[in-house]
């Protein structure tokens, strides 16, 4: 394999993996619009996503595409549950006590899980066999294609749900002003259950599309969704063109540092460019998704 | 207020103290696994190995009619846990020895405590650390890593496959393998042509895979246990690459099939014969014992038996060969475990001494390969 | 009127918020000790000008110039130790803290004690302590609070929330206090007697910005108004002036 | 529905002497009821909780900022003791105090950047922070023993007298976290204490009275950092072992939960929690697999029903009530 095409394998398994990273970015991103807390459940949908696929396909045997629907409707009504529960429930809508709870409901989660699944990776079925497809010399997955096939899907999707829909634009006026958006009539509790609602839906689509490469398990969401997490930093926070060019770039950097520079401290990469971000351009690329308010 | 909360601590701590009192008939050693944490999946095999250990010993007749009973704790794969988990048994039972712990560093924080208050100990824990140097109350039931490397090493000589792709997880298990295969590839002339890292949580081994894949090996050796086994392995036969692969002695357990699907036909791997007990030859000594415990691990926990089951049972079956002959009596049981002498375990013929702490050889491991779902013996 | 001393100025300042003019070539003047009013309808800039003078943020283009010293760069905090300080729209009390606190926190620039001292309460913490705590108890009892020290500021009614507020303000010993909008959900009585306290405070030598849409207050008790529309200055004088000003009448009055 | 969030000032400077002095008298007494060497075991694990906890809840409960990062800082005072005792035989006592030093510089260039911004970008900055400490703990393994651990580290002494018991490291923590809890509540009582409060009730309000709340929220996170290193020191010199296990993303949020159950913004809170769950995580030991579910339902429920915490909870009802029936007199 000579150097070119070395680079190009790098960076489709880059890209595949950062389009995870960006599905999981635009999750916290809804939620974070909606709320301006950071919601740490949603590495629980992530895992959830992959373990109720693997529930409804290979425990009770239902077809891939109905299980994969199935799967993403369950972990939808989630997280409608979970903001009909705890969160709206809370005694205090201070952001630092939304912030733990959700830290709370994501541990809760992850027991329930380990209790209901064990502690052992499962394996799921690729979407359409194993055959190695080459391109340009490096070899890819179907279910690479499937990945960035979905994750466009995803996408244009919520372009289409937020500036075409009328419930769509509610919700992007809700995120620029609360107040504003409830004058004018606009209900912002259920605002923010829809949002948790898709966040989840969005998760579960990134945990079964990539279940079948990596196995999953009760807490397969963690590392996938803190690096979704730096992908939103650096993509802008809330801003959700930039969840997606901070996806990509990410997993681009991070395949690129493993093959290119050591793989020693791969999975430091994200976190220091979640740091540099910060450091250097708190804004990240593409800037804010809000306004300042004071 | 403040005084009632300290109350109730205090009541707290007493209602623990008053502790549970047993007769002092039957025999107590203890046992800890990693039954939570990162660790689980290993620890519960293992307890369960230990309790089909225990059980065929007390139906035998115990020691003098004294039954052996297991005290189980759970040290959550943290090594903080695991040293209170031992303080705690070490206080509340008394405990002749100790079977366990499950991990490495688990292990190596326990020592300490373990060497002051001299408990024999037969730990699952796979690094070689814990018993280099040798330490005068700890023991190892699996493989040395050397060992289970060398069988591999011995494969490459006879197939004269001399260009070598090392790809390992950054634990202790992992690294130590790193350092093991340098001194190998002297040892038995090949060329570790590339070398490559990765976390135990990460999804994807591509990017080291095709760094290893550049440099043309003639065979690739992965030296992790858990699920990257599989992902290594899928992401492998993802790159189209064909050389032969090599997981290490951790690898031939029944959960491999699962997380590596398809590709995991044809990867070779150390392992005890346990996964290849029906294929041995009526002439090994270990066929029956093998056999005979695969059957009554089926029945009671309805799993199939792994690698590392054999290597929990071991620690058990030995060390209460120890106790049987040593009474319990702590030092006594030392030095019993230290002169076993030939000790037809399942993972291998066991001779330990007061220089060998694990009492295994290269010699013991067979090299098995994945096939249709089940594992083959190679040589 | 005699001769009076400029203490703040603000020079042909500008605030954009992205490509927006919330504020747009405003110049005014205000004279110490006296009491000027900034009115206008909602969306003027009033409160963004306020913002500006203590520092919440930049002004984009301008200058603010306190006692012949620009402050149009300086953070919040070291505009406060300038002696400048002010209260909120939307009250700011400290909610988690008594209201005796809350008026010790206002004594912030009256003290220096930093984290090691504090840590290690040396004598010198002491004493300012006790310091602080007596000061703070003398400045509820000018604002009849004093029964109700170590409640819990949130559970003080609304009005009460406002004095305080202005207490807390107050115990910064500033030469300039900004008020915005003291009296915005206030039943007649307490409008009163929030204007009498306005008076007072003044009395003691301090000058006074005051962000109002109450016009009885607001011209019962400025010297000098200036009037913003959309983020500009359209007029600004004497209250008398103000009122004749057809400007006036017709962006702000006429809508009444 | 923000003053709903309530805190009291929950006690007074006399109450706080005396609780101070039945504590120590605690620290002295229960060695003579109890012998058991694993209740010294878990004691002193709460001990050193408790001192991280102190630290985290200045931060937190007064302050109102996150960090999901404490482990880190925990470990780095544990793996520099450690590394400068055991491999380059600096004398221990000083290089518990370099080890608190040099976590504290970097604490600094970690929390500086972020606690300028505007949100909670700490949470993410500490978190981020804290994996990649994790990864030169296990990747380092040159200096750090990677993930096997570092063994064989010495037990503090003083002259002739080692530290190397339970008993005496009861003795030995528990004085430093007393020390720790002192200090606390002389900063909380202060100037200081004051202005961090004042930062969670409204940071707009803190600035614009001359706190420079930039500045402020950095120290106290150093503070906390330095108190999560001194814990991490001691853990290193009583267990003798470290490995990056102890050090990882749960125990941060083990750390932040005891905060939460004992209650934001209080100091005896922090000793509370700290004390409840590491006890209770004991008990639950029976449960085995249960463990991680009733932290994280234990962690929610407090939240939502008693987002004080549950010392201070329980406290202000105490409170409200005593206000309300002073109400009712007033109106007779």
Redo the contacts between chains.
């Keep these: 394999m000579g150097f070119y095409e070395q680079i190009l394998q790098f960076v489709l398994t880059g890209l595949t993996i950062g389009a995870i990273y960006a599905l999981v970015a635009l999750g916290f991103n809804i939620i974070h619009n909606a709320t301006g807390i950071v919601n740490f459940v949603q590495c629980e949908f992530v895992t959830l996503g992959g373990m109720m696929m693997y529930t409804y396909y290979s425990l009770l045997g239902i077809p891939l595409i109905l299980s994969f629907f199935l799967s993403m409707t369950t972990i939808i009504l989630l997280g409608a549950l979970i903001e009909r529960g705890p969160i709206r429930v809370a005694r205090s809508k201070a952001i630092i006590v939304l912030v733990f709870i959700t830290i709370g409901l994501s541990s809760t989660i992850r027991g329930t899980a380990l209790l209901a699944w064990g502690p052992d990776n499962v394996p799921l079925p690729s979407f359409s066999g194993e055959n190695v497809i080459r391109i340009l010399g490096a070899a890819i997955l179907p279910q690479h294609l499937w990945i960035f096939g979905i994750t466009i899907g995803v996408v244009i999707f919520l372009q289409y749900f937020f500036h075409r829909t009328l419930i769509g634009k509610a919700m992007r006026a809700t995120a620029v002003n609360r107040k504003a958006a409830s004058l004018m009539g606009i209900s912002v509790n259920r605002m923010v259950l829809l949002s948790f609602a898709m966040s989840g839906g969005i998760g579960a689509v990134g945990g079964m599309i990539i279940a079948p490469i990596t196995t999953t398990s009760y807490d397969t969401g963690i590392m996938l969704a803190l690096k979704g997490f730096s992908a939103a930093i650096l993509g802008g926070y809330g801003n959700n063109a930039g969840a997606i060019a901070g996806g990509l770039i990410l997993g681009v950097l991070e395949s690129l540092g493993a093959g290119l520079i050591s793989s020693k401290f791969k999975n430091a990469f994200a976190f220091l460019i979640l740091l540099l971000v910060l450091f250097f351009k708190p804004t990240g690329l593409l800037g804010y998704g809000e306004s300042e308010r004071v | 207020m403040k005084r009632g909360l300290l109350i109730i601590l205090v009541l707290g701590f007493c209602m623990f103290s008053s502790g549970v009192s047993y007769g002092a008939e039957p025999i107590k050693i203890g046992a800890i696994f990693s039954l939570t944490g990162p660790g689980a999946h290993i620890g519960v095999a293992q307890r369960n190995s230990v309790l089909i250990a225990i059980d065929e010993f007390n139906k035998k007749g115990g020691v003098g009619g004294r039954p052996v009973e297991m005290v189980v704790g759970d040290d959550e794969s943290d090594p903080t846990k695991a040293v209170m988990a031992l303080r705690k048994m070490v206080e509340t039972q008394p405990i002749v020895a100790l079977i366990g712990p499950t991990r490495t560093d688990t292990g190596m924080a326990m020592i300490p405590t373990l060497e002051k208050e001299g408990i024999p100990t037969f730990m699952h824990a796979g690094g070689d650390v814990i018993i280099t140097p040798v330490r005068k109350w700890i023991f190892k039931s699996p493989y040395r890593a050397a060992d289970a490397m060398e069988r591999i090493a011995l494969y490459l000589k006879k197939h004269n496959l001399t260009k070598v792709g090392f790809l390992h997880a950054s634990d202790g298990f992992g690294k130590d393998g790193a350092a093991i295969v340098d001194r190998l590839a002297a040892k038995h002339g090949f060329e570790v042509v590339a070398k490559e890292t990765f976390d135990m949580k990460d999804v994807d081994m591509t990017a080291q895979l095709t760094r290893i894949n550049a440099r043309g090996p003639r065979a690739i050796i992965i030296w992790t246990i858990g699920p990257p086994m599989g992902i290594t392995t899928k992401n492998a036969r993802a790159l189209g690459i064909t050389v032969p692969l090599f997981q290490c002695h951790g690898g031939a357990e029944p959960i491999f099939f699962r997380l590596a699907g398809d590709a995991a036909e044809g990867v070779m791997m150390p392992s005890t014969k346990i996964v290849v007990a029906d294929k041995l030859p009526d002439t090994d000594v270990q066929k029956k014992k093998l056999v005979d415990y695969i059957k009554e691990y089926e029945t009671r926990f309805k799993d199939v038996p792994g690698t590392m089951v054999a290597y929990g049972a071991d620690a058990a079956y030995l060390l209460l060969e120890a106790i049987k002959q040593a009474g319990p009596d702590r030092a006594k049981i030392r030095d019993a475990l230290e002169g076993m002498k030939g000790y037809v375990g399942l993972s291998g013929i066991y001779n330990l001494s007061p220089e060998d702490h694990t009492g295994t050889t290269a010699k013991d491991i067979a090299l098995v390969k994945a096939e249709k779902g089940r594992f083959i013996l190679v040589e | 009127m005699g001769i009076s001393e400029v203490i703040l100025k603000v020079d042909h300042v500008r605030k954009f ?2 490509g927006v003019a919330a504020l747009n070539d405003v110049s005014f003047e205000v004279n110490r000790n006296e009491i000027t009013a900034i009115i206008g309808p909602n969306g003027a800039g009033k409160t963004t000008l306020i ?1 500006l003078i ?4 930049p002004p984009t283009s301008g200058k603010i110039v306190f006692e012949r010293k620009t402050i149009s760069r300086l ?3 070291h ?3 300038q002696g400048i ?2 209260t ?1 729209q939307n009250i ?7 209201v005796l ?1 809350n008026v ?3 004594l ?2 009256q ?1 220096e ?3 090691l001292n ?4 040396l004598p010198k ?1 002491k004493r ?2 006790r310091q ?1 705590a007596e000061e703070g108890a003398s400045l509820l009892r000018f604002f009849h609070l004093e029964s109700k020290s ?3 500021s ?2 003080l009614p609304y009005g009460e929330q406002k004095r305080l507020e202005i207490a ?2 107050l115990a ?1 010993k500033p030469k300039l206090l900004l008020l915005d909008e003291p009296v915005a959900g206030l039943n007649i009585r307490e409008t009163e007697e929030m204007a009498e306290l306005i008076l007072k405070i003044k009395k003691m030598g301090i000058t006074i910005i005051l962000v109002e849409h109450d016009m009885n207050l607001v011209m019962g008790i400025s010297d000098k108004i200036t009037v913003l529309n959309y983020g500009q200055k359209i007029s600004g004088g004497t209250p008398e002036e103000v009122q004749k000003d057809p400007k006036v009448i017709q962006a702000y009055l006429g809508e009444e | 529905m923000r003053n709903r969030f309530k805190f009291m000032a929950p006690f007074t400077q006399k109450k706080e002497t005396l609780f101070l002095i039945i504590f120590a008298l605690g620290i002295v007494l229960i060695p003579l009821f109890v012998k058991n060497k694993y209740y010294f075991m878990v004691m002193n694990i709460v001990g050193l909780n408790t001192i991280v906890v102190i630290g985290l809840n200045l931060l937190i409960g007064f302050t109102g900022q996150i960090s999901l990062g404490h482990a880190a800082f925990y470990g780095m005072g544990a793996y520099l003791s450690a590394i400068f005792t055991t491999t380059y035989g600096f004398p221990p006592w000083p290089t518990i105090a370099l080890a608190m030093i040099i976590t504290g510089m970097v604490a600094y260039f970690v929390g500086y950047p972020s606690l300028k911004l505007k949100g909670h970008y700490l949470v993410m900055a500490t978190l981020g922070f804290s994996i990649i400490v994790h990864i030169f703990m296990v990747e380092l393994d040159q200096i750090t023993g990677g993930p096997s651990g570092f063994p064989g580290i010495p037990h503090l002494s003083i002259g002739k007298l080692v530290f190397h018991d339970d008993l005496k490291n009861f003795y030995l923590i528990w004085t430093f976290a007393f020390l720790c809890i002192l200090v606390s509540l002389n900063l909380v009582n202060s100037r200081v204490g004051r202005a961090l409060k004042a930062i969670h009730g409204s940071e707009v309000a803190a600035n614009t009275l001359g706190i420079d709340t930039d500045k402020y929220k950095a120290k106290v996170f150093v503070l906390s950092a330095i108190f999560a290193s001194l814990a991490g020191s001691l853990y290193a010199h009583y267990i003798t072992f470290i490995s990056p296990r102890s050090f990882d993303f749960y125990y941060s949020i083990q750390v932040v939960t005891m905060v939460i159950v004992g209650g934001m913004g209080s100091v005896w809170g922090a000793f509370f929690g700290a004390g409840l769950l590491t006890v209770l995580s004991e008990i639950l030991h029976v449960t085995e697999k249960f463990n991680i579910i009733i932290y994280g339902a234990i962690l929610t429920l407090v939240l939502v029903f008693l987002p004080e915490g549950m010392v201070v909870g329980f406290y202000s009802f105490y409170r409200r009530r005593k206000v309300k029936t002073l109400i009712e007199k007033e109106g007779n």
């Design positions: 918020f992205g913002n203590t520092g919440i943020y953070k919040p905090f505009i406060a130790y300080t002010r909120f700011q009390v400290f909610h988690n803290m008594t606190e010790m926190v206002g912030h620039t003290t004690s930093e984290f504090c840590l290690l309460h913490v300012e302590e602080v170590d409640w819990l949130s559970s807390r303000a910064g």
